[in-house]
C-alpha cells in the first residue's frame, strides 16, 4: 500500500520555520506499532495520522506519535493537520472543522487570505491547574538563581490535554541561560503530574511580541502548542497582564534557528477559561509512504 505523506511547519510565519510536521493519510488501517515505526522513521517531534473523516461533517480523526509514544493531544500537529484536512481532502473554503483526538474533540478555525489559509486558531480543553513548586528545585534544574525568577507569579502545573510547568522568568537574558538538567527533572518529575518545563518571560526580542518563551527537556522544542495553550490559561488565571481577557503573541524557537510566533487568545467567564491558540502554516512537501 502507498500512503499520502504530507510535510508542513506550524507556527512559521515563512517556510523553514517554526515546527516542523509529518501528517499521513491512513484510509487502510495501519497498526499502532507501525504508526510508531513511521513516527521513528520521520524523526519530527510529532506525526500524525488521519485515521478517518466525515468530509460532510467536517470532523476528521487524528492520532499523534512522537518518535516513542502517542500522545492524546499536541498543539502544532492540531494546525498542522488541520491544514492538511482542509487542502487536501476538503479542496474547499471552510471556516471550520473538528478534530477528533485521544483528548477530545478539538475545533479549529481557519481565516483566509487571498483565498489560501493564513491564521489558523484551535480551541483547545479548559485549563486545569495542578500544584505549585518552590522556586529553588527549578532554580537548580534550570541552572538559575532564585533570583532570575519572577516571583509575583507561581512556577505551577497547568494542563488543557498535556501537563507542562509554567516557569515565569524576569528577564529574556534569564531565559537564554537556561541549561536542563534532565537528570535532575526527571527525578523531580517522578509523582508529579507535568514532565517539563515551559519557560517564559515578558521581554521579547521583538517589541511586536509579547512573551518569549522557551520548552527544553532532553531536547529543544520549537514551537509548543500545547504549552502554549496553558499559558494562556496560566496568563489569564494570574492575571498577567493585568486583565481576565489576553490577545498576545509568543515567540519561540530562536535559539534553536526555528523562529515561530504563536497567538494566543484566553478570557475568564463564570469561572471558566477559554483557551485559544493560533498560528500559520507553511506547506513544504508532499509524496507518499510506500
Not at 529574556?172 to 508529579?192: F, I, N, P, Q, W
Request: aromatic residues 10%; negative net charge; contains cysteine.
Amino acid at each position: 500500500m502507498k500512503y499520502p505523506l504530507y510535510i508542513v511547519d506550524v507556527f512559521a510565519e515563512a517556510k523553514y520555520e517554526g515546527n516542523q510536521l509529518a501528517v499521513v493519510l491512513d484510509e487502510v488501517g495501519l497498526e499502532t506499532e507501525m504508526m510508531q515505526k513511521i513516527a521513528r522513521e520521520m524523526h519530527f517531534s510529532e506525526t500524525t495520522f488521519i485515521t478517518g473523516y466525515d468530509l460532510k461533517k467536517k470532523t476528521f480523526k487524528v492520532r499523534i506519535f512522537t518518535p516513542e509514544s502517542e500522545l492524546p493531544f499536541a498543539g502544532h500537529p492540531t494546525l498542522g493537520t488541520a491544514y492538511i484536512a482542509q487542502k487536501e481532502l476538503l479542496k474547499e473554503k471552510v471556516e471550520k472543522l473538528t478534530l477528533e483526538m485521544k483528548a477530545g474533540l478539538i475545533p479549529v478555525q481557519i481565516y483566509y487570505e487571498g483565498g489560501e489559509p493564513d491564521v489558523l486558531w484551535m480551541k483547545q480543553l479548559n485549563p486545569v491547574f495542578g500544584e505549585t513548586h518552590p522556586v529553588e528545585a527549578f532554580a537548580e534544574m534550570l541552572g538559575l538563581t532564585p533570583e532570575d525568577f519572577d516571583m509575583e507569579y507561581p512556577i505551577q502545573e497547568v494542563s488543557t490535554g498535556v501537563y507542562f510547568y509554567m516557569v515565569p522568568l524576569k528577564t529574556r537574558a534569564a531565559l537564554k541561560r537556561v541549561k536542563v538538567d534532565v537528570e535532575k527533572l526527571t527525578e523531580y518529575s517522578k509523582g508529579k503530574k507535568a514532565g517539563w518545563p515551559f519557560m517564559f518571560c515578558r521581554e521579547p526580542e521583538d517589541p511586536s511580541n509579547h512573551i518569549k518563551a522557551r520548552m527544553i527537556g532532553g531536547w529543544e522544542d520549537p514551537a509548543t502548542g500545547s504549552a502554549n495553550g496553558c499559558l494562556t490559561g496560566y496568563l489569564v488565571k494570574h492575571r498577567y497582564f493585568g486583565d481576565s481577557k489576553i490577545d498576545v503573541r509568543v515567540e519561540q524557537g530562536a535559539e534553536i534557528n526555528r523562529p515561530s510566533i504563536l497567538y494566543l487568545k484566553g478570557e475568564e467567564k463564570e469561572d471558566e477559561i477559554s483557551v485559544e491558540v493560533g498560528g500559520k502554516v507553511a506547506y513544504v512537501a508532499k509524496g507518499e509512504l510506500v
